[in-house]
């Protein structure tokens, strides 16, 4: 093949790649392009293949167009492809979209039935809990089942914890049925219902991991805090980072302990800044005093002075006041020398510990 007959097939080649891109059905055109596609197009496939561009902008521009196929087509697979393209569109639809979609889900076939449950899940509100329900409850196919569960977690109350609890028991096809009923358990549920999802706290997927930490601080069950103190150092960032948000939400006496303790052992952990300013939500107090042994809290700074109960290890209190001196005591060890603080511990006992059994962490330094 001679270098000119190459010349014009390659021209020929890239003629035909830009009058493509121009095209409706196959360039990056703008959404007033498609849906004048919507209106040209001859033919399911072309009409389709459309929808689906429609679909991937998620704008709301066609929205009417979207709804009035849902409606008005003949074709099963149009109907289907429009009421999946209404579900992403960002920012919600309206409702009259919204009652094409339950009109759909009423009296369609499976087909587009399943995609109008599915966008009613994304784009719903809470009038469409019926349809939920009746997708749930139906022997319609597991794909049904799934986006009636995600509507029902996303809309529904507390009245539905019979449904979140034995979704947890079914054996899903695809992934995100679980996480969904979990963080709803942890949204409508009451304490005790932390032993229901406990188990997805620890276990190797990490997306329900993540959903049962989300699921934990909604419940602020002080059971589960151990748990969620072992996840601020786990491997997986988006876990660790789940376990700090839900500690947050225990407030200061339950989380606050939690966050000094592994401040005061991580200071090169990327989360000791999020930490920070965590405990200034809280309102913490500037300064606290992890307890290494088990210490006697004393009513003056001096080892002679008249001990007032004893302080566990692990133990927090608050930092009210450092000694201007430093001392020297004497224990099994040998000699130490160092501060006094003056504190008061979570029952709300103030006296004196000396702070070479201490740990003291600063809460925004």
Same mark, same amino acid.
């Given at each position: ?14 003629l035909?790649?830009? %009058?493509a891109?121009l ?8 959404e007033d392009?498609?849906?004048?596609g919507?209106?040209?197009a ?14 991937? %902008?998620?704008t709301?521009k ?7 196929l ?13 009421a999946?393209?209404l579900?992403?569109?960002k ?7 919204r009652?094409?979609?339950e ?16 966008s009613?899940a ?29 509507g ?10 019979t ?15 679980r ?5 709803a358990?942890?949204r409508?549920?009451?304490m ?60 200061i006496? &339950? ?20 930490i920070?300013g965590?405990?200034?939500? %809280?309102?913490?107090?500037?300064? &606290? ?8 809290l ?9 001990i007032?109960?004893?302080i566990r290890?692990?133990?927090?209190a ?6 201007p ?24 006992h ?16």
């Amino acid at each position: 093949m001679n270098s000119k007959l190459i010349k014009i097939i390659f021209s020929k080649a890239l003629l035909i790649i830009c %009058m493509a891109s121009l095209h409706p059905l196959y360039g990056a055109e703008s959404e007033d392009v498609l849906l004048k596609g919507l209106d040209d197009a001859r033919t399911d496939p072309e009409l389709i293949l459309l929808l689906q561009k429609i679909a991937s %902008m998620g704008t709301g521009k066609s929205e009417k167009k979207l709804a009035d196929l849902l409606k008005n087509s003949e074709s099963s697979k149009v109907r289907s492809s429009a009421a999946y393209a209404l579900g992403e569109i960002k920012g919600g639809i309206s409702v009259t979209s919204r009652t094409a979609l339950e009109q759909a889900f009423k009296i369609d076939d499976k087909y587009v039935r399943e995609k109008a449950i599915e966008s009613l899940a994304k784009t719903g509100d809470r009038s469409s809990l019926p349809f939920f329900l009746e997708g749930y409850n139906e022997k319609s196919g597991m794909n049904m089942k799934y986006w009636a569960l995600i509507g029902i977690a996303r809309y529904g109350g507390k009245e539905h914890m019979t449904i979140f609890t034995e979704s947890l028991n079914i054996n899903w096809e695809k992934g995100g049925a679980r996480e969904a009923a979990i963080e709803a358990i942890g949204r409508f549920g009451i304490m005790n219902n932390w032993a229901l999802i406990k188990s997805y706290s620890t276990g190797s997927e990490a997306s329900l991991v993540i959903s049962s930490l989300r699921a934990a601080g909604s419940l602020k069950n002080p059971d589960s805090l151990d748990v969620i103190e072992k996840q601020l150092s786990h491997g997986n960032s988006l876990v660790a980072k789940e376990a700090l948000e839900a500690l947050g939400q225990f407030g200061i006496k &339950y989380g606050m302990p939690v966050l000094i303790r592994f401040k005061a052992g991580n200071q090169d952990n990327p989360l000791v800044e999020n930490i920070k300013g965590i405990l200034k939500k %809280m309102n913490a107090e500037k300064q &606290y005093a992890i307890a290494k042994e088990d210490i006697n809290l004393r009513s003056e700074p001096t080892e002679r002075s008249n001990i007032k109960k004893l302080i566990r290890k692990d133990s927090i209190a608050v930092v009210l006041k450092k000694e201007p001196r430093r001392y020297i005591i004497t224990d099994k060890s040998g000699e130490m020398e160092d501060y006094w603080y003056h504190v008061k511990d979570d029952e709300g006992h103030t006296g004196f510990l000396f702070g070479g059994y201490l740990t003291i962490v600063n809460s925004y330094d």
